[in-house]
């Protein structure tokens, strides 16, 4: 259905007239597909088979920011970030159990019932996988954390004294 309204709009632009007991889809498109820019997917649409390259940043927080805000984490990731790694992501950057930009717990977190599934969407066996500055690993980092705000809240990266 969502692809025929898709097509239908790419054929004949115009306003989708909807009866009011109907609500449009969530990613019917908008006035931006009418002219013929790219249609946006909902945050339950399959992820492309292909992700598009990161673009070039001006710095590290950018680059950290950047994937943060493509998986949905708020802004408040940016700070902690900040916090815990200084805004890299590279081998290196962990302490005795964690990795990455949001140092990750990667070995606790796979033994975990709520979070095996779900890092394992993300595409992480191991720590190795989020540990790196590749742009692959940069995103299963970011996918990873967001699983793991998505289960336990922010209280994971809890300052302790």
Known sequence: MHLFIV??????????????????????????AERGTAVQMSETSPP?????AAPSFASDCDEMSWYRAR???????????WRESNCRNEDGVHTSCCHG???????????????ADRYAACGIDSYTDVNSDNPD?????ACAAKALY??????AWAATS
Not at 13 to 28: M, Q
Not at 48 to 52: M, Y
Not at 150 to 155: A, I, M, P, R, Y
């Open 101 to 115: 930009w949001w140092q990750l717990n990667v070995s606790l977190h796979l033994r975990d019932h709520r979070l």
């Open 71 to 81: 998986v949905g984490l708020p802004a408040r990731f940016d700070q902690i970030g």
């Open 150 to 155: 998505d289960v336990v809240g922010l209280s």
């Open 137 to 141: 690993d940069k995103r299963r980092q």
């Open 7 to 32: 097509m239908l709009l790419a054929i004949a632009p115009g306003n989708l007239d909807l009866p009011p007991e109907i609500p449009a889809p969530a990613d019917t498109p908008t006035a931006t």
């Open 48 to 52: 492309p088979a292909t992700q598009p």
